[in-house]
């Protein structure tokens, strides 16, 4: 049997205004499958920007509005939110790694001047932690360093070999 043949989708022709209008509309509606918020904030400024360089195309006017609003909405609760969770990693920090990245969300809320003076404390408050564990973890390799070439000495004072050797030497 044979095949009925697709039929082909006509492609509209669409003026670059059109384009812009439909590109900024896509962008704006995507902010929903975004985890970060800095994506979201960064996606709704560029449908702005769009929309604003569109001028009085249909309701570019009321969409830029809408869409600045709903990135300075989506700062606010999205420094605010990471914040918080920062805050209580650094309260369950205990390694290096844990440490670094309580720091990276604290940089992310600083990025929008978000409780910039506590962010910077709290990563001050991050960098010495995790100073105070490097240098342990020194003095620890310091320590068991020191402990095998003890070990190893008395292993070879015991051993037929150190008689042997203080003959050699003499």
Known sequence: MARPKKEKKKKEKLSPEERMYRSAVSLMEAVDCVNRFERAVYSLR????????LGEYKDSRERYIKCMEEAE??????SREVFEIAVSKLGDSKSKS????????????KKFDYNVSECEENIALCRKAINRLETAAIWKRRIIAVIIIAV???A???????????KVIQ
């Open 46 to 53: 560029d449908a702005a920007k769009k929309f604003e360089n």
């Open 73 to 78: 909405k989506t700062v606010s609760e999205g």
């Open 98 to 109: 844990d440490y670094l990245d309580t720091i990276e969300d604290f940089k992310r809320v």
């Open 156 to 166: 070879f004072i015991n051993s037929p070999l150190y008689p042997l050797f203080l």
């Open 152 to 154: 190893l000495a008395a």
